[in-house]
DNA sequence: AATTCGGGGAT
DNA sequence: ATCCCAGAATT
């Protein structure tokens, strides 16, 4: 039901701006790419945060320009390094799409960043809520934004109910947004309506005592702001079996596979393995892609253990097994691998692993291994 | 319009 | 355990 009108009138409209403008300026988290406006920097950080949040990827930023300054490194670098660079931020398109991007900023915009929000759209992996950032934050042009801070912020101030990131209400969202952004201080605005859901307007327990447009706030008027917005509906998360195969050369390097670059941890790298088939037990899919992908002389596999790894979509078990020699390995790619080689600690540490691949290594003894998150951000 | 993409921190 | 995070691409 939403018989609020979308529209705010536009002394509310300006008001709101002037609030929330005044409010982030006069004090706000200093994050690193807030000392810059490069569009370059900008555009790095906004990919990177998200669906995550500020905090995991400040981190992750500051390594990322150490090795890439500008897009013409960025462009100039390979995938693996890339993606390296990313591993454990997760949702890898990002970083492939980053890569992507930055190869055609170069040759198509001669190293130049486009600087309006349907310039960036072109560009892989940038959609309407970067692109607006980038063209507001980057280049004050007044576009709007709408991230899942805003959703939350702009349901409750205008008492918008339903799903806010779902239509029709996902459109009136982008609709208020454009309403409200001011023309004289675009970035800040944006910048502000975020910080103001990070901070203040948080999902459980928002402190409207200290919110700069509380007394304009349609759902803490109604005592509904425990109520909007609405949660995300989630599909139930799926079920994932596979195996993965320890297999070692003289050296004690493991050999490792490296996941086609799409779908799911595409490019990344991990113990070579594939899903059960149906009625398949592990043992029997492991004997399976040991004697049938990788052509290894027999030998009893030797169970290692087991990885658990939940994605928000899936909940993977992963079964591990050692093989007892490295004989007769074939050197080509199979299932959806394009790679394989034999890496040891030091190799590993230049390529992209999952979190659930540096499980799979830690339940092997391997000093690059983890058991759970790193705290401290990549290597 | 609905799914598919990671991983972790807060509650 | 559940929610959600400075979303985008694909189907």
């Known amino acids: 039901m939403r018989h609020v009108s979308h529209a705010p009138d536009p002394i509310l409209q300006a008001e709101i701006g002037r609030y929330i403008v005044a409010w982030y300026r006069a004090g706000h988290r200093d994050l690193p790419w807030r000392r810059t406006t490069d569009p370059y920097r900008i555009w790095l950080s906004e990919a990177m945060c998200q669906q995550t949040r500020v905090e995991t990827a400040i981190p992750y930023y500051e390594r990322f320009l150490a090795l890439f300054p500008t897009v013409a490194d960025l ?4 995938l693996d390094s890339v993606l ?64 899942g801070n805003v959703r939350r912020v702009l349901c409750r101030l205008f008492a918008l109910e339903g799903d806010p990131s779902r239509p029709p209400l996902d459109g009136i969202l982008w609709e208020v947004a454009a309403a409200l952004v001011p023309t004289d201080a675009p970035g800040d605005f944006n910048q502000g309506l975020m910080e103001l859901g990070a901070r203040t ?56 596979a490296r996941r086609a670059p799409r779908g799911l941890l595409g490019g990344l790298w991990e113990l070579p ?50 093989a007892p020699a490295a004989r007769g390995v074939a050197p080509s790619p199979f299932g959806g691998y394009d790679a394989l080689a034999f890496l040891g600690p030091p190799a590993r540490g230049a390529v992209a692993l999952s979190a659930l691949a540096l499980r799979s290594l830690h339940l092997l003894g391997e000093p690059d291994g983890h058991e759970r998150a790193r705290r401290t951000g990549p290597p």
């Open 75 to 78: 462009a100039a670098a390979d």
């Open 84 to 147: 390296a660079a990313w591993a454990g931020l997760g949702y890898y398109s990002r970083a492939r799409n980053l890569h992507a991007a930055a190869s055609e900023v170069v040759r198509r915009h001669a190293g130049v960043f486009p600087d309006t929000v349907e310039a960036l759209m072109a560009l892989p992996g940038i959609g309407r809520y970067t692109a607006g950032a980038v063209a507001s934050i980057a280049f004050g042009r007044p576009a709007p934004i709408v991230d």
């Open 201 to 256: 307007c948080a999902p459980r327990s928002p402190a409207c005592g200290a919110c700069p447009v509380a007394a304009r706030c349609g759902a803490l008027r109604l005592g509904r702001v425990a109520e909007i917005p609405s949660a995300r509906a989630r599909p139930p998360a799926r079920e994932v079996e596979r195996v993965g195969l320890a297999v070692r050369d003289a050296s004690g390097a493991l050999l490792m």
């Open 273 to 322: 393995g594939g899903d059960l088939e149906a009625g398949e037990a592990p043992p029997e899919a492991a004997a399976r892609l040991a004697e049938g992908s990788l052509a290894l002389a027999g030998g009893a596999l030797e169970a290692r253990g087991r990885v658990e790894h939940r994605f928000t979509h899936l909940r993977m078990v992963l079964w591990v097994l050692e």
